[in-house]
């Protein structure tokens, strides 16, 4: 098991900026591919972001393009999401995910561990 726990959630207002952040533990984090997902009230978890292992590798979803920043710090064990001129619509529960491969992937059956998740709301 990879215990993952974010953080750093919260009610911003819209064009703000918040930076989640989302802890491992349990086993060797740096071999992981990890991923961000959300999940709107009434709709399915979707891809936000993506980072290989070495975090050589990104990727994004069209929706949060050029404005969210994935990185990782395998030192910390520990994964972001900086998420910059927030929108009313990326008000979601925000899911961190780890899979046991070194390359990510944007389908949520991909990844094997979640986290609780983190609520980020944006108000307009």
């Known amino acids: 098991q990879v215990p993952l726990v974010e953080s750093g959630g919260g009610l911003v207002q819209a064009g703000g900026s918040l930076r989640l952040s989302c802890a491992a533990s349990?086993?060797?984090?740096?071999?992981?591919?990890m991923a961000w997902f959300r999940q709107a009230p009434g709709k399915e978890r979707e891809f936000v972001a993506a980072?290989?292992?070495?975090?050589?590798?990104?990727s994004y979803s069209d929706s949060v393009k050029g404005r969210f920043t994935i990185s990782r710090d395998n030192a910390k064990s520990t994964l972001y999401l900086q998420m910059n001129s927030l929108k009313p619509e990326d008000t979601a529960v925000y899911y961190c995910?780890?899979?046991?491969?070194?390359?990510?992937?944007?389908?949520?059956?991909?990844?094997?561990?979640w986290g609780q998740g983190t609520q980020v709301t944006v108000s307009s």
């Open positions: 349990g086993r060797t984090f740096s071999n992981d591919a």
């Open positions: 995910a780890a899979r046991s491969a070194i390359f990510a992937r944007s389908n949520r059956d991909a990844y094997n561990y």
């Open positions: 980072i290989s292992w070495s975090g050589e590798s990104t």
